[in-house]
């Protein structure tokens, strides 16, 4: 018997050709602050996955990088509203400390 499952799960499918520029595309249109800042941070986490892409023949670390930024981007309007809105979460509790 066997300890391995028997089929496993089937992974989500790949982002469209175009999405990394699309994703470049949606950044650059930011404010000045946010841009700057995301931009590098987009461009680091590309070129990490390319180099990884590169030496491993999987596509899988690109798509991964595109998935983690349509999320960021997608949420970043309601943390936004969340900021504006005075909620804020100072006072929670550090994990560290218990």
Same mark, same amino acid.
């Given at each position: ?8 799960? &089937?992974?989500?499918?790949?982002? &469209? ?47 991964? =990088? =595109? ?8 949420? &970043?309007?309601? =943390?936004?509203?969340? =900021?504006? !809105? !005075?909620?804020?979460?100072?006072? !929670? ?6």
């Amino acid at each position: 018997m066997s300890a391995q499952p028997e089929h496993l799960p &089937a992974p989500p499918p790949a982002p &469209a050709p175009r999405a990394a520029a699309r994703l470049l595309t949606r950044i650059r249109s930011q404010e000045e602050e946010r841009r700057t800042r995301w931009l590098q941070a987009f461009e680091r986490d590309w070129a990490k996955a390319l180099d990884d892409s590169r030496q491993t023949y999987d596509l899988t670390p690109l798509h991964e =990088v =595109v998935r983690a930024w349509q999320v960021r981007l997608d949420s &970043a309007p309601a =943390v936004d509203a969340f =900021v504006a !809105g !005075g909620m804020n979460d100072e006072d !929670g509790i550090d994990l560290d400390r218990l």
